[in-house]
């Protein structure tokens, strides 16, 4: 049984691993793709998470999320938001993975991917809210609802592959063994 376990732990952290790099690449070829503004920059790294959390589950989805947050981070801290700010980034992508994990089996892909986004949302909301308005940013709501805006884009995007892959995820699942 305890081989088993260790067996299952090794896959999970390999799989999150390798889905943490794709949300990387494919947030570096959609951030340098889609800029739209120094504030705003299209990031299809949820496309990774989503993927990792109907595979592995809440917790792989989580450090699946958090992995693929690196190359954005390293975008938004050479733009414009401060360190510590920028540093956020990790826990809300995170957030995400596990939602998505948890409601996988619960929903269809494409609600999946709408009902796990709100939690990072609103995160994401609130903590530029209070970032942007203590640094005297000036225009803070129109700069985050345009990353909000941006981002919800992004969701219905990824609903829409979510729902149209969704069997072949499945089989890599299979592949993997990672069958409940």
């Not at 088993?4 to 570096?28: C, P």
């Not at 995160?123 to 809210?129: A, D, I």
Request: aromatic share 12%.
């Amino acid at each position: 049984m305890k081989i088993w376990q260790d067996m299952r732990l090794s896959r999970l952290i390999a799989t999150s691993a390798m889905f943490g790099a794709l949300g990387n690449v494919l947030s570096l070829f959609s951030l340098t793709l889609g800029s739209i503004s120094p504030e705003i920059a299209v990031d299809l790294s949820h496309i990774a998470t989503f993927s990792a959390a109907f595979v592995g589950g809440p917790w792989c989805g989580g450090l699946a999320g958090a992995l693929g947050a690196i190359a954005p981070f390293i975008r938004f801290t050479a733009g414009w938001l401060p360190v510590y700010v920028s540093a956020l980034i990790f826990p809300g992508k995170a957030m995400t993975g596990v939602f998505w994990g948890l409601l996988v089996k619960r929903l269809r892909p494409a609600y999946t991917v709408v009902a796990g986004y709100i939690p990072e949302s609103l995160f994401t909301y609130f903590v530029l809210r209070c970032a942007l308005e203590s640094l005297g940013v000036p225009a803070a709501g129109g700069v985050i609802l345009g990353i909000l805006a941006k981002a919800w884009g992004e969701m219905a995007l990824i609903a829409v592959l979510a729902e149209a892959l969704s069997g072949r995820l499945e089989q890599l699942k299979e592949a993997y063994g990672l069958v409940d």
